[in-house]
């Protein structure tokens, strides 16, 4: 090959950037982990130009551009930007985001997301109005947050609003979807993406008074994942029970929010074989269990009970190869620190790595991003994560975050210490 064919060569692949653009500048990386399935990088460098990765790689392969800026975060362990496919803007601090003053928004957003290093966010149930109009000044760079995607306002079975929201404000209340048969789950459903949701959540098994047991149809989730599919959406479920996930199964849904507690015993192979096949994700939400437990004051060994055949359910469907999704349900949880999450997931037999895909690689393939996000690689955005000690080592340090940036704009930066 000639000189000048390397040089082309090295460039389309970004290896090597001979010339400086006024917004090019480096990350330098104590460790890369440009992606779970790829071997970490030690003392390596990210070149980000335009919001996009242009090269990324061990030092010694990268010719960092003359005078590219170096940034302050510079030094950690550098990934890609994370998902939390499990949140919710319901809280009060949300209200009103079409006009409640920025600064108090960005705050909350902070300390509820960004600080733990996530630069994509998975709504799957609020006030879609609400969250549009926050999205849009997130956007519109009035505030600095993560992207937003959401699933709006949820589809519930007919009288059947769960008894762990019905103290939400009766406007709010009032705007939610029960749908009693096909026809109105079809007009929900356009309603709900035509003012900017991003997919349905359907809610399959509910208790309005935590004793009388309130199902959606199959008729009428079908009819919902079917609208939702024929517009390219995801459809996610929140199954409750056993029988929630086999109603989900038949209807078709992409994504179950939850693992089910409480079963007599944990999913069975047949059940996980049906989600594998179906290509079904799970988001587990294991500290959403303790969290409900504990203000329910249930003692401390009926809990290690409970979750401990939660962490079965997700061990026998990881290890069938089922696609797993970091979510936490944080925003109803109001817990933020997402530490114990990633313990449990450890505990259910995941890696270190694992545990790295359900936050950068397996969101951005399940929401067809793959070609944007979910990897630190030249051509992507420049979605990155910097934490300050190797979650290899012990995975709570994924909460560790130094810095996050989102299109290669800080959305965090942790103060000095």
Same mark, same amino acid.
């Given at each position: 090959?000639? /000189?000048?064919?390397?040089?082309?060569?090295?460039?389309?692949?970004?290896?090597?950037?001979?010339?400086i653009?006024?917004?090019?500048?480096?990350?330098?990386?104590?460790?890369?982990?440009?992606?779970?399935d790829?071997?970490?990088?030690n003392?390596?460098?990210?070149?980000?130009?335009?919001?996009?990765?242009?090269?990324?790689?061990?030092?010694?392969a990268? #010719?960092?551009?003359?005078?590219?800026?170096?940034?302050?975060?510079?030094?950690?362990?550098?990934t890609?930007?994370?998902?939390?496919s499990?949140?919710?803007f319901?809280?009060?601090?949300?209200?009103?985001?079409?006009?409640?003053?920025?600064?108090?928004?960005?705050r909350?957003?902070?300390?509820?997301?960004?600080?733990?290093?996530?630069?994509? *966010?998975?709504?799957?149930?609020?006030?879609?109005t609400?969250?549009?109009?926050?999205?849009?000044?997130?956007?519109?760079?009035?505030?600095?947050?993560?992207?937003?995607?959401?699933?709006?306002i949820?589809?519930?079975?007919?009288?059947?609003?769960?008894?762990?929201?019905?103290?939400?404000?009766?406007e709010?209340?009032?705007?939610?979807?029960?749908?009693?048969n096909?026809?109105?789950? /079809?007009?929900?459903?356009?309603?709900?993406?035509a003012?900017?949701?991003?997919?349905?959540?359907?809610?399959?098994?509910?208790?309005?008074?935590?004793?009388?047991?309130?199902?959606?149809?199959?008729? *009428?989730?079908?009819?919902?994942?079917?609208? &939702?599919?024929?517009?390219?959406?995801?459809?996610? @479920?929140?199954?409750?029970?056993?029988d929630?996930?086999r109603?989900?199964?038949?209807?078709?849904?992409?994504?179950?929010?939850?693992?089910?507690l409480?079963?007599?015993?944990?999913?069975?192979?047949?059940?996980?074989?049906?989600?594998?096949?179906?290509?079904?994700?799970?988001?587990?939400t294991?500290k959403?269990?303790?969290?409900?437990?504990?203000?329910?004051?249930?003692?401390?060994?009926?809990?290690?009970?409970l979750?401990?055949?939660t962490?079965?359910?997700?061990?026998?469907?990881?290890?069938?190869?089922?696609?797993?999704?970091?979510? &936490?349900?944080?925003?109803?949880?109001?817990e933020?620190?997402?530490?114990?999450?990633y313990?449990?997931?450890?505990?259910?037999?995941?890696?270190p790595? #694992?545990?790295?895909?359900?936050?950068? &690689?397996?969101?951005?393939?399940r929401?067809?991003?793959?070609?944007? /996000?979910?990897?630190?690689?030249?051509g992507?955005?420049?979605?990155?994560?910097?934490? &300050?000690?190797?979650?290899?080592?012990?995975?709570?340090?994924?909460?560790?975050? /130094?810095?996050?940036?989102?299109?290669g704009? @800080?959305?965090?930066?942790?103060?000095?210490?």
């Open positions: 090959m000639s /000189r000048a064919g390397l040089l082309s060569f090295l460039v389309a692949f970004g290896v090597f950037s001979p010339a653009a006024a917004d090019t500048w480096v990350l330098d990386a104590g460790k890369l982990y440009s992606a779970p790829i071997p970490a990088v003392d390596a460098v990210v070149i980000i130009r335009d919001g996009k990765i242009v090269a990324a790689g061990p030092r010694n990268v #010719q960092i551009p003359k005078g590219a800026r170096v940034s302050e975060c510079s030094g950690g362990v550098v890609a930007g994370f998902q939390n499990h949140v919710h319901m809280e009060a601090a949300w209200n009103d985001a079409a006009h409640a003053p920025a600064p108090e928004l960005a909350h957003i902070e300390a509820m997301l960004t600080r733990y290093g996530f630069t994509t *966010v998975f709504d799957t149930g609020s006030d879609v609400n969250t549009v109009a926050l999205r849009e000044r997130i956007e519109k760079g009035e505030i600095r947050g993560p992207r937003i995607l959401t699933a709006g949820p589809l519930y079975p007919p009288d059947g609003i769960p008894f762990y929201i019905r103290d939400l404000p009766p709010q209340l009032a705007k939610m979807h029960q749908p009693r096909a026809a109105e789950a /079809r007009e929900d459903v356009r309603q709900n993406l003012a900017g949701a991003d997919g349905t959540k359907l809610f399959l098994h509910t208790s309005p008074d935590m004793k009388s047991p309130r199902f959606m149809s199959i008729e *009428v989730a079908s009819a919902a994942a079917e609208e &939702t599919h024929s517009r390219g959406k995801l459809v996610l @479920a929140h199954p409750t029970s056993l929630g996930v109603g989900a199964l038949a209807a078709g849904v992409d994504v179950l929010v939850h693992t089910t409480g079963e007599p015993q944990p999913w069975d192979a047949g059940v996980i074989a049906e989600m594998k096949a179906k290509h079904v994700s799970v988001i587990p294991f959403l269990w303790t969290y409900e437990l504990r203000k329910g004051n249930v003692p401390p060994e009926v809990i290690g009970k979750v401990g055949a962490l079965q359910e997700l061990r026998s469907f990881s290890e069938a190869g089922g696609q797993v999704l970091f979510g &936490t349900d944080v925003g109803y949880m109001h933020y620190d997402p530490s114990d999450e313990h449990f997931m450890a505990q259910a037999g995941l890696s790595m #694992q545990i790295l895909a359900s936050l950068t &690689t397996a969101p951005a393939q929401w067809d991003e793959s070609a944007r /996000r979910g990897r630190v690689a030249p992507l955005d420049a979605d990155l994560v910097v934490l &300050t000690a190797d979650p290899a080592r012990d995975v709570r340090n994924f909460a560790s975050v /130094r810095c996050a940036f989102r299109n704009k @800080a959305v965090f930066t942790a103060p000095p210490q």
